[in-house]
């Protein structure tokens, strides 16, 4: 049985975003085992961290890792990962059964009900009115904090590309996109319309030297704050 290694993550940012406070330690937001596609399992502890200025806007909001928020997907023990790696097979008409037995070969450990329950839920997202969300969140984060800041994350497996879009205040999911691998066209047009808004201050995202950061770059084309996520 393989050992189970602890990875404790802080937020990327060391000041508060709106007010330029010091953030301080408030309570671990999530502590839970995920199964990753290779096999292994890791203990993830995303810590959560708030302003200390009580008369901040943003004073009631507790900043994450948006690392660990990407390992570790609310509701999940599954990287993001296998779950891509699900969705994929299940469109390509693959049974529960032979997800299953896709996975074990890979040391995962997961039940049929969890692959429908899993599948549902993430056809659910990309079916999901982005537009709209985009309009809700952006609002919001604008209104409430003058800014908007996103976490941009994208992974390639079995021939496709995940592309998924979540808002860095409170980590809510505004969009969740499947594109074939080599679509990097289609990939620029969905990108367009989350980056072009220019209220947006922050991104966290891959690291440069990705591809997908490439795109990314020259899709935003202009001055951004960027934040990257750290390699597992």
Do not use: W
Request: charged share 30%; proline share 1%.
């Amino acid at each position: 049985m393989n050992n189970i290694v602890t990875k404790v993550y802080k937020p990327e940012i060391e000041k508060c975003p709106i007010c330029g406070s010091k953030l301080a330690y408030r309570y671990t937001v999530s502590n839970k085992i995920i199964q990753f596609s290779s096999g292994n399992k890791s203990r993830i502890k995303n810590l959560g961290y708030s302003c200390v200025n009580q008369d901040c806007p943003a004073s009631d909001v507790i900043f994450t890792s948006q690392t660990a928020s990407k390992f570790c997907i609310k509701g999940y023990t599954y990287s993001a990962k296998v779950i891509a790696l699900i969705t994929i097979l299940k469109n390509e008409g693959y049974s529960r059964e032979k997800i299953c037995a896709e996975l074990a070969l890979l040391g995962v450990e997961i039940s049929d009900r969890n692959i429908d329950n899993i599948y549902e839920r993430e056809k659910a997202l990309l079916s999901a009115d982005y537009k709209k969300n985009i309009e809700t969140e952006y609002e919001f984060m604008a209104n409430h904090y003058g800014q908007i800041r996103l976490s941009i994350d994208s992974l390639t497996i079995n021939g496709k590309r995940v592309v998924s879009i979540r808002e860095s205040f409170h980590n809510h999911q505004i969009g969740l996109h499947l594109f074939d691998e080599e679509d990097t066209e289609s990939v620029k047009k969905i990108l367009h319309e989350y980056v072009d808004d220019k209220r947006i201050t922050c991104i966290t995202t891959v690291r440069k030297m990705t591809d997908f950061f490439k795109i990314l770059d020259k899709v935003v084309n202009r001055d951004m704050e960027y934040h990257h996520f750290i390699k597992y």
